[in-house]
T-cell receptor, first 112, second 109 residues
Framework: EAQVTQNPRYLITVTGKKLTVTCSQN?????MSWYRQDPGLGLRQIYY???????DKGDVPEGYKVSRKEKRNFPLILESPSPNQTSLYFC???????????FGSGTQLSVL | GQQVMQIPQYQHVQEGEDFTTYCNSS?????IQWYKQRPGGHPVFLIQ?????EVKKQKRLTFQFGEAKKNSSLHITATQTTDVGTYFC?????????FGTGTRLKVLA
């Protein structure tokens, strides 16, 4: 089954404790991206990747890191989480070039 | 930078009533996509519009792309409780997808 898999589904952590949210897709998509969803603000793009080893900043990259060492995986790293990073995070993948996106199930992150 | 605004932010309708959400971009879009997110779920792709003035239908849903390719609308005829959710438009660039703020639809039975 074609899917984008995110883990964990829920995460509660404390300020400053490094964490990684994993994302994996099985559709051989070149394009992957991370979004955060906050009430009233919609989906805002954090980082995206056009292919292996090629990444670029979205609209809200501060406080986040990404890497794309393999085509299928695109982890999101918060090296020193802060409470303003409490949010619902979605990973998405697609063929690129403006084609439709497939989203993961989301990760609800709470930073205390 | 490029912004995509959606109105209204919330809409409550009685089952059977029609519903429309509007999407407006500050710049010309190469295409527009629409997604639906059910409560507690993730966004799911509905449709993509590419041509100026394009109109597409999916059963009770009608999607329109403006002539200037800066606005779009989604109209649902005779809403049902299964239409509940948040509808997002997204300006599809080559790699940067700019999502609208979303319209949250509640349908009262």
């Amino acid at each position: 089954e074609a899917q984008v898999t995110q883990n964990p589904r829920y995460l509660i952590t404390v300020t400053g404790k490094k964490l990684t949210v994993t994302c994996s897709q099985n559709m051989n998509h070149e394009y992957m991206s991370w979004y955060r969803q906050d009430p009233g603000l919609g989906l805002r793009q954090i980082y995206y990747s056009m292919n292996v080893e090629v990444t670029d900043k979205g609209d809200v990259p501060e406080g986040y890191k990404v890497s794309r060492k393999e085509k299928r995986n695109f982890p999101l790293i918060l090296e020193s989480p802060s409470p303003n990073q409490t949010s619902l995070y979605f990973c998405a993948s697609g063929k690129g070039g403006g084609e439709k996106l497939f989203f993961g199930s989301g990760t609800q992150l709470s930073v205390l | 930078g490029q912004q995509v605004m959606q109105i209204p932010q919330y809409q409550h309708v009685q089952e059977g009533e029609d519903f429309t959400t509007y999407c407006n971009s500050s710049t010309t879009l190469s295409n527009i996509q629409w997604y639906k997110q059910r409560p507690g779920g993730h966004p799911v792709f509905l449709i993509q519009l590419v041509k100026s003035g394009e109109v597409k239908k999916q059963k009770r849903l009608t999607f329109q792309f403006g002539e200037a390719k800066k606005n779009s609308s989604l109209h649902i005829t005779a809403t049902q409780t299964t239409d509940v959710g948040t509808y997002f438009c997204a300006g599809g660039g080559t790699y940067k997808y700019i999502f609208g703020t979303g319209t949250r639809l509640k349908v009262l039975a």
